[in-house]
């Protein structure tokens, strides 16, 4: 029996097609909008049955701190904890003699409250009224040097011949005074002024070698004053001594010959 011509022209033409499409890959899942696919990969990637980010999530390393910036929290790191060489120790047992007039009562007691408690031993020597001249002419000075044999001596002496009319005259007793120290570190701490003066600070200045000069009124300008508006008052006392115990501790050369060689002063 013959078959129908429109049966024939189907198995011409549609059964070739159809194998062709059985032996073709299956074609690729459309992506996702906004996203890539690469071409070399899309044919062969497996099916996923849920979207997946485009790339994995790995875990962040942990990142290392340079140790010479990490600081632990409670604990302070070696560079800072090291003491600036102005700022080191303060030479324990070692003698500290304060001589001279009403103001340095006024400074030595509280001064050497700071000094007794930085593991020092001090002596305070003064007379009120008393001048340059008494000191280094009269045997006091002399004779607390003998008995005590102090490392350090401060002096504070001027504030009673302030307005003397020629401060030159002032040269010679400086100078003796400061020689009569021996070769021994010495500060001379000018008193914190009150009013102007005619000249006598800076002869003191000029001539107290090889003493270091210690100028109070700028070291502590506007002190608070006492009732006879001279004096520090007891406040004013404390602020002073708080500075030149700071001053000294600064000054002091830690690695000088002597327990308190000074910066720029005997050696």
């Given amino acids: 029996m013959q078959k129908p011509r429109r049966w024939c022209w189907l198995q011409l033409h549609l059964l070739p097609l159809a194998a062709a499409c059985a032996?073709?890959?299956?074609?690729?899942?459309?992506?996702?909008?906004?996203?890539?696919?690469?071409?070399s990969t899309a044919s062969t990637a497996p099916a996923s049955p849920a979207a997946t980010p485009a790339v994995a999530a790995t875990p962040a390393e942990p990142r290392e701190i340079s140790p010479s910036r990490s600081v632990p929290v409670g604990s302070v790191s070696a560079s800072a904890a090291a003491p600036s060489p102005g700022l080191a120790e303060l030479p324990t047992g070692t003698k500290v003699l304060q001589v001279g007039d009403s103001f340095a009562d006024a400074l030595g007691v509280e001064l050497g409250k700071l000094l007794k408690q930085s593991g020092l031993r001090t002596s305070l020597e003064t007379k009120t009224p008393s001048y340059i001249g008494d000191w280094a002419f009269g045997p006091a000075l002399r004779k607390a040097i003998s008995d005590y044999n102090p490392d350090l001596v401060l002096i504070t002496l001027g504030a009673n011949e302030i307005e003397i009319p020629a401060p030159a005259q002032r040269v010679g007793p400086i100078q003796r005074l400061v020689k009569s120290?021996?070769?021994?570190?010495?500060?001379?701490?000018?008193?914190?002024?009150?009013?102007?003066?005619?000249?006598?600070?800076?002869v003191i200045k000029d001539n107290a070698s090889p003493c270091q000069v210690l100028d109070s009124s700028v070291l502590v300008p506007a002190l608070p004053r006492g009732p006879d508006h001279i004096h520090p008052s007891s406040?004013?006392?404390?602020?002073w001594a708080a500075a030149v115990f700071d001053w000294l501790k600064k000054a002091?050369?830690?690695?000088?010959?002597r327990p308190w060689s000074l910066r720029g002063g005997p050696l």
Avoid at 182 to 202: A, F, N, S, Y
């Fill in 23 to 39: 032996s073709a890959p299956p074609p690729a899942a459309a992506a996702a909008p906004g996203s890539s696919v690469d071409a």
């Fill in 181 to 202: 120290l021996g070769d021994r570190p010495c500060v001379w701490i000018l008193p914190p002024l009150w009013k102007q003066d005619t000249g006598l600070m800076q």
């Fill in 235 to 239: 406040e004013g006392r404390v602020r």
């Fill in 252 to 257: 002091r050369e830690p690695q000088g010959p």
